[in-house]
Every structure is written in C-alpha cells, then in structure tokens.
C-alpha cells in the first residue's frame, strides 16, 4: 500500500491560491465523473522540493476523455482529445494547460471462480515511469485532497537525492530513459544510483541503442541541450560511453571541450544583451558537439535520428556557412567593417553564436559581436525618396547607391545626412538635364 501523508501544507507554501483552487477543481470534476484524479510526475517532485513546476500532469483512474469534456466546460477551457492514446489537454481561457491521461489498467484473472479484478491502475501508472523521483501521485478529490501517494517508497530517493528506475527492464524497456537519468542527475545536482548506473552500462555493452534511434531520442538530446547549462551533462554522456551513440567518432577531446566552453560563454552574452531575441540553444550546442564532422556524417545522423526536415536544412546550411566563414576569418579576418559585414549577413543568430564558440582569437569574436550589437542594425539616412529629389532616375542605381552607402557608414565614411549627400554626389554623377 502506499505511503500517505497529506501534502495541503506543503502546497499552501509552494503555490498560489489560484493554482491550489484548480486542483480542487480538477478534484471534484473527478467527483461528479464517478472517477479518482491524481496530479503525477514532475510537478509532485518539484513540489516536494519546494519547487513551484507549472507543468500540470493529470492521471484518471477512469475516463479521462469524459473527464476533460467535462472540466473543459466547467472551466471555459478548449479541450483537444487523442482518442488512440485516451489522452487530452485543456486549455483555459488563461493559457494554462492541462495534460490528462488514463491510467493505466491490468485485470488480474484469479484461477477457478474467483472474479477478475482490476489492479488499482494508478499504481501501474506510476510503476511504468522513467525514475523513482518521477513515480509519485498526489490524490485530488475532495474527499483525499492533498494525500500523497508513493508505493514504492519514492520519497525516499527525493530525500537521498537519487535517480533510481523502478524495475531492471527498465532500461531495455526503453533506452531513452538513459539520457533522462543524466539530465535529471545534472539538472537537479542528484546521483544516478548504483544499481541504476550499472544497468546502463551493461545496456550500453548491449549496444541497445542501435536498436532504438529516431524521433524519441533525438527529442531527449533537445532536453538535455536546452538545459540551462547542458555541458555537465555532456561530459557525463561522455564518461558512459553514450556519445558514440550520437556519432561513432564522437569524443570530448580538449579542442571540443574548449569549443563547448566558449559556446556556453557565447550564448550567455548574447542572452543577456537580447532577451528577446529568439535564439534555439540546442541548435548551438548541436552544431558545437558536431562541429568535428563532416557535413555529410551530420546528414547520417539525421537520417538516424529522424530530425524533422526543417531542423536538417537548417544544421546543414549553418554548418557549411560557418564552417567556410572560419576558414576565411582564421586565414585573414576582413580588414574593413563592411568586409566583416558582408561575410556575416547571411547567418542566422544560432550560427552566429555557434561562429563565435569555434573561433579563438580575441579579434575575431570583438568582430562578430560589434556585427551583432552595432553594424547588422545599421542603415543609411538616405532612402529612395531623398535619391529622386537629388535627381537621379528610378532604377537598379538605387540599389547600388544605398548598398555603397551603407559600406561606407560601416566604415566611417559618412555619419549623418549631410555626408551621405556629399558622398553620394562625389561618386555617383547625375544624368544629363
Ligand atoms: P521536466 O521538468 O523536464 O518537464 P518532467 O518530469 O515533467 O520534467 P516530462 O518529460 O514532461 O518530464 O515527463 C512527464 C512525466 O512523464 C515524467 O515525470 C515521468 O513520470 C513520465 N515520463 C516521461 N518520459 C518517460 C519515459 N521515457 N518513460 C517513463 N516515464 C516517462
């Protein structure tokens, strides 16, 4: 049986007044539905380590399909259903989501005239997840509002700070799970257990993963890159020889650790000076770890890993990119602004960031980043309209015109106005009256 221990307090502490009335909400929903509602996974760790996670998981012991229409409705939200998986998400009016499920159910068939009876699903539910820590259910209706349930004595491991399976198929069940147990162990400073940490090294002797490649893994190497710093992590899938999974060549050797480092420096500066910005640190971080590859082995582990197209174009174009521009700027750098300018307009920011991590010279990142904060930001005062009242005919001419004035504001040449006038007058001749 499980462990109860009711968690009200704990929530009053944690989380607001409007996050506690949605679970009671969600509670008596499951009331008036005849069914049991239990918030689950990473939002019962995090509240029992006082973190407050708005990723709300909801698991019914029932229908979970009748279950959304009906809270849908009760709360004005939009309810989108996957029959095939009996899984839906509601959307208030607010913009938060709710993701529900169905538990999971097993009959037990007794022998002779004993009945069929069904396994309280939740515990199979949270038998079947990645990790201890993730295995927890806290009971939403009205009557247990707040009681924890943990059957396998997770809380145990939250308190231990370790990440442990819950059964030895785990791993062999699904070998994804590897790269969650590192991000986890990285993200929250826990310990893979030893138990566990043996298991995935005899899974990767087993040389499971060649077995298991695509989507699924790749989505985990999006998360692992896209924590806040992913490169603990990456040493960690280093020392457990999963790296080779990646690529089989894939090694940290000194130069690709120093190129990690100064990606990490490189996408901390660009957060800090542009927030808003949208920049996709996986992608910079993807192209650092493949940085020692050739473009045509990236396109391999697309292949392997079914990287939606999109992602590829973009890997591939941004490799070839950056990879010909550091060639340039490490042989000779560009002696002008405009030269500077030039080689770098093409790049999106991710390649950006990824050109700054791969180039050590003091010189050569100062360049780019007066590219990003000054010089791509940069246009003449002149436009169009200014050329026909000077008297010069519509044409292909302005183009040239405008591009020759920009090169020169970036070099110097001209800084308002009236500069751009008398540069303009000085290299361009006006027709014939
Ligand atoms: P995060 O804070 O990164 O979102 P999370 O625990 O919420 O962490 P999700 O990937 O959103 O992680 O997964 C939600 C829950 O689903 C997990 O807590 C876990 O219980 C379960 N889960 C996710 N992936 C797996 C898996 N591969 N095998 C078993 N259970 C999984």
């Known amino acids: 049986t499980a462990r109860n221990r009711n968690l009200s307090g704990l929530m009053a502490e944690v989380l607001n007044r409007e996050i506690i009335c949605l679970l009671q909400t969600l509670g008596e929903v499951a009331q008036e539905t005849g069914c049991h509602a239990y918030a689950v996974g990473g939002f019962v760790r995090d509240l029992l380590l006082h973190i407050k996670n708005l990723d709300l998981d909801v698991v019914i012991e029932g229908d979970a399909l009748a279950y959304a229409k009906k809270l849908g409705k009760k709360l004005g939200g939009k309810v989108r259903t996957h029959e095939k998986f009996g899984t839906a998400v509601v959307k208030l009016p607010d913009g938060f989501k709710i993701d529900i499920a169905t538990a999971r159910l097993e009959y037990y068939e007794y022998p002779a005239a004993m009945p069929t009876v069904e396994l309280s699903s939740i515990k199979l539910d949270l038998y079947r997840r990645d990790f201890t820590i993730n295995a927890m259910a806290i009971h939403l209706n009205p009557d247990t509002f707040g009681t924890l ?62 077995r298991f490649f695509g989507h699924r893994f790749f989505n985990e190497l999006i998360s692992i890159l896209s924590e806040e710093n992913p490169i603990p992590a990456i040493h960690r899938m280093a020392d457990l020889g999963l790296l080779r999974f990646l690529h089989p060549t894939l090694r940290i050797e000194p130069k690709l650790a120093t190129i990690l480092e100064e990606t990490r420096q490189a996408l901390a500066w660009h957060r800090l000076l542009y927030l808003d910005e949208p920049c996709r640190q996986w992608l910079v971080y993807l192209l650092a770890l493949m940085s020692s590859l050739p473009v045509r082995e990236v396109v391999v582990f697309c292949e392997r890993f079914e990287v939606p197209l999109r992602h590829r174009q973009f890997l591939g174009r941004e490799k070839l990119a950056v990879t010909r521009i550091a060639a340039i700027m490490k042989r000779a750098m560009p002696e002008t602004p405009s030269g500077m ?31 990003v904060t000054d010089w791509r930001q940069l246009k003449p005062e002149t436009d169009g309209n200014d050329l026909a009242e000077m008297g010069y005919r519509t044409g292909p001419l302005y183009g040239t015109i405008l591009r020759c004035l920009l090169d020169a504001r970036l070099d110097g040449l001209v800084h308002d106005r009236a500069s751009e006038t008398a540069f303009i007058k000085e290299h361009f001749s006006l027709p014939d009256q």
């Open 149 to 210: 349930v943990d059957f396998f004595n997770c809380q145990n491991d939250l308190k231990d700070r370790q990440i442990r399976i819950l059964h030895n198929l785990s791993f062999v069940e699904d070998p994804t799970r590897i790269f969650r147990a590192i991000r986890f162990e990285q993200r929250m400073g826990f310990k893979i257990g030893r138990h566990t940490e043996k298991l995935i090294k005899n899974a990767v002797k087993m040389e499971l993963f060649d």
């Open 341 to 371: 300018y030039h080689l770098l307009k093409d790049l999106s920011p991710e390649g950006l960031l990824h050109l700054m991590g791969l180039l050590k010279k003091k010189g050569c990142k100062k360049a780019i980043s007066l590219y």
